[in-house]
């Protein structure tokens, strides 16, 4: 399986700061045959289903704004959050669907 | 906009089988895999196994055994069984599109409790 580990657990950032947490793979989910990463981000806040945020390692879903964004490729990753706002506490996970069993990080607390 | 919605029972007894549906509403069903996961505070989100319109499945190693996962592409819906659960079983348990949609069915509490 692929291991997926963030940093930091928790986080505690003020708002209108910016918050970044990583991502690393325990090998790498970049497809060579279409050069892309089959990474993941999600924000789920509490009672709630998991919502995506980036895919593709880059590309912001619809209607996500655009102080989301996320980079990285082959085995490290960073999810980034600038001007923090009070709405984006929440926990955020990364996610590989580059191969079956598909994993997920262990969650990142963001706190304000 | 794709929804999902699922359903099913959120009590059973040690030894049951688990049986979850998911109904998906204002879009594509075919041509995507639809996933089964489920989240604990102690493992965190798991991925149970997923199925395609053509009814092809990948399940995880470490619940194969025990999963069956089966569509009915004339009601867009599929399902999940789980059986011989134990209370390592209880979580919330969700459906959803990881790799086509990226939307999520709002999930459902299972407890295994004698």
């Known amino acids: 399986d692929i291991v997926m580990t963030q940093s930091p657990d928790s986080l505690a950032v003020s708002l209108g700061e910016r918050a970044t947490i990583n991502c690393k793979s325990s090998?790498?989910?970049?497809?060579?045959?279409?050069?892309?990463?089959?990474l993941a981000w999600y924000q789920q806040k509490p009672g709630q289903p998991p919502k995506v945020l980036i895919y593709w390692a880059s590309t912001r879903e619809s209607g996500v704004p655009d102080r989301f964004s996320g980079s990285g490729s082959g085995t490290d990753f960073t999810l980034t959050i600038n001007n923090l706002q009070a709405e984006d506490v929440a926990v955020y996970y990364c996610h590989q669907y580059y191969t079956t069993p598909y994993t997920f990080g262990q969650g990142t607390n963001l706190e304000i | 906009q794709v929804q999902i919605q699922q359903w099913g029972a959120g009590l059973l007894k040690p030894s049951e089988t688990l049986s979850l549906t998911c109904a998906v509403y204002g879009g594509s069903f075919g041509g995507y895999y639809w996933s089964w996961l489920r989240q604990t505070p102690g493992k965190g989100l798991e991925w149970i196994g997923e199925?395609?319109?053509?009814?092809?499945?990948n399940y995880n190693p470490s619940l194969k055994s025990r999963v069956t996962l089966s569509l009915d592409t004339s009601k867009n819906q599929f399902s999940l069984k789980l059986s011989s659960v134990t209370a390592a079983d209880t979580a919330v348990y969700y459906c959803?599109?990881?790799?086509?949609?990226?939307?999520w069915g709002q999930g459902t509490l299972v407890t295994v409790s004698s």
């Open positions: 199925i395609n319109d053509s009814g092809s499945t």
């Open positions: 959803a599109s990881l790799t086509g949609t990226r939307r």
């Open positions: 090998q790498s989910v970049l497809y060579s045959s279409n050069n892309e990463n089959y």
